[in-house]
């Protein structure tokens, strides 16, 4: 249905003439050749830090966990914790390898989270049944405890690490980044 009132201009349907931050440069790279001092300058100051995502992925991420840690600085828990104590009340038993695959850590940092939390109680660990070489991890009452008292104040982080964005823009931003993490949308 036709409108008289125009559409006002929205920023994400702005092109972005280099979304990934680096500059179209020709080189003699190709060739083994040096680049010269002037292809050096001229791709240095095309390049902006800023449009890189994976550079900016990494700042918002580290921004998120400094929200995180500085609201919940009264508890023993960091943001992976807590994605390991909420993955294991929902897979009681799992192994630590599928501990692993559920939160997207690396077997020897999981390994290292889940030893830290036996030691701190939040996690215990015994031998899993049907295969003696892997273990199988349940939550603890101590580590329930602690979700008790996280999981309601983690709404307001989480909130507000995405509050910064305008409200219609707040649901694409989750579904682009679940399609960057490479989880099913």
Known sequence: MPTDTPRQADPLDSP????TGHPDV?????TGDEPTDAE???????FELTDVASHLLRRAHFRAEAM??????????????????????????????????????????LADMVNRMVRKGYLK??????DGRAYAVHITDSGFALLQRVLPRDKQVEDAI???LPAEY???FMKCLKIVAGVQV
């Open 40 to 46: 050096r300058d001229t791709l240095i100051a095309a």
């Open 68 to 109: 995180f840690m500085e609201h919940f600085q009264d508890e023993d828990i960091t943001p992976r914790q807590k994605a390991l104590l909420i993955t294991v009340c929902k897979h009681p038993g799992a192994t630590q390898n599928q501990l692993g695959d559920y939160i997207a850590l690396d077997r020897n940092s």
């Open 125 to 130: 660990r015994m031998r899993a049944a049907g």
């Open 162 to 164: 995405i509050g910064v």
């Open 170 to 172: 707040r649901a694409l």
């Open 26 to 30: 020709e080189s003699d790279a190709a």
């Open 16 to 19: 972005d003439p280099q979304p």
